[in-house]
C-alpha cells in the first residue's frame, strides 16, 4: 500500500484477484478513447468454477503436479530473468524491475532432442515491474535448459514502459 498526499493507494488488481475477482485490463488505444480501461468482475459462482486472471493471463485456481512443476521451473529461471531484464530495461527506467512469479506465464516447453533427453526449450512470457506494482513491461523470453546449464536463446521486447503508467511521484523513475 502507498500513502500519497492524504490518499491510501493500493495495487487494484492483486486486491481484486485476493477476493476473486475477475479482473480484465485493456490497454488504451483510440477504440477507448486513449484511456487504461480496467474491468472487475466479482460472480462468486463464476469465480470458484472458472480461473481467475492475473498479470501473465489465466491461472488455475486449484493446484496440480503441472503447475507445481511449473511454478519450481519459473522459480529457478527467475534469477535469470531479472539479470536479463535489468540489462534491458536500464536505458529507460533508474532502478532494475521486479519479476513476480506469478506474472511469469510457460507459453511453452519442448523437448530439443528424443524422448527422455535431457534437453529443453522454454518460452516464458514476464510482465516486470517497479514500485507499487506499476508494470514496466512485456517481455518473451525463450530458456535452453540442458544439463550444461541455462542460455537465453531469444528476447523479445512486446511493450513498454508507458510514461502514462507512473503516479507523478514515480515518474522520477523513467530515464
Known amino acids: ?54 498479470a501473465a493471463g489465466n491461472k488455475p485456481l486449484e493446484d496440480s503436479r503441472e503447475l507445481q512443476l511449473q511454478d519450481m521451473l519459473v522459480s529457478l529461471l527467475l534469477p535469470h530473468m531479472k539479470e536479463k531484464l535489468a540489462e534491458v530495461y536500464s536505458d529507460v527506467i533508474s532502478i532494475p524491475p521486479v519479476v513476480n512469479p506469478d506474472s511469469v506465464d510457460v507459453k511453452s516447453i519442448k523437448r530439443v532432442d528424443a524422448f527422455r533427453r535431457f534437453d529443453f526449450l522454454i518460452t516464458i512470457a514476464a510482465q516486470p515491474i517497479v514500485g507499487p506494482h506499476i508494470p514496466i513491461g512485456e517481455d518473451v523470453l525463450t530458456y535452453r535448459i540442458s544439463p550444461a546449464g541455462v542460455e537465453l536463446k531469444n528476447f523479445e521486447h512486446l511493450r513498454g514502459p508507458d510514461k502514462d503508467d507512473f503516479l507523478p511521484n514515480y515518474q522520477n523513475l523513467l530515464k
Open 1 to 54: 500500500m502507498l500513502n500519497y498526499s492524504n490518499k491510501a493507494y493500493v495495487p487494484l488488481r492483486l486486491f481484486a484477484e485476493s477476493s476473486r475477482a475477475l479482473v480484465k485490463y485493456t490497454q488504451a488505444s483510440p477504440e477507448t478513447d486513449d484511456k487504461h480501461i480496467i474491468d472487475i468482475h466479482y460472480d462468486a459462482e463464476e469465480a470458484h468454477s472458472e480461473q481467475t486472471s492475473n
